[in-house]
């Protein structure tokens, strides 16, 4: 038998609910803005959605196609996000960088869309 080949059958069932978990958390932060939930597991047109969320111009999805502008514009648009759900710089700024515990207080906190 070979040992350590992998996470695992527990390491795996972590990881799927984590999956899981996660693609509930954008469905609902699309829902909460008046967007269809799918559009957030849709590659690419996530990104369409996203932008008309935060009222950006559609231009910017190439933006995010570009290696270090990329960074720039994903900045931006956490920033937009946290302020068309009537949150401070701060939040946008948390949802860059500790996105796995402010992406689901945006989805499942008291956040209204202001769009």
């Known amino acids: 038998m ?22 509930y958390v954008g469905w609902k932060i699309f829902v909460k803005a008046g967007q269809p939930g799918w559009a957030s ?8 959605v996203l932008l008309l969320i935060i009222k950006k111009p559609i231009w910017w999805i190439i933006m995010f196609f570009i290696p270090l502008i990329s960074i720039i514009f994903a900045i931006l648009a956490c920033l937009e996000m946290a302020k068309v759900f009537g949150k401070e710089a701060g939040f946008g700024i948390g ?11 945006l ?4 956040a209204k869309y202001q769009g």
């Open 2 to 23: 070979e040992n350590g080949g992998g996470m695992g059958i527990v390491g795996f069932l972590i990881w799927l609910i984590l999956v899981v978990f996660y693609v």
């Open 95 to 105: 949802l860059l960088l500790l996105g796995f515990i402010f992406a689901p207080i």
């Open 107 to 110: 989805a499942f906190g008291d």
């Open 41 to 48: 597991i849709v590659p690419i047109y996530n990104i369409y």
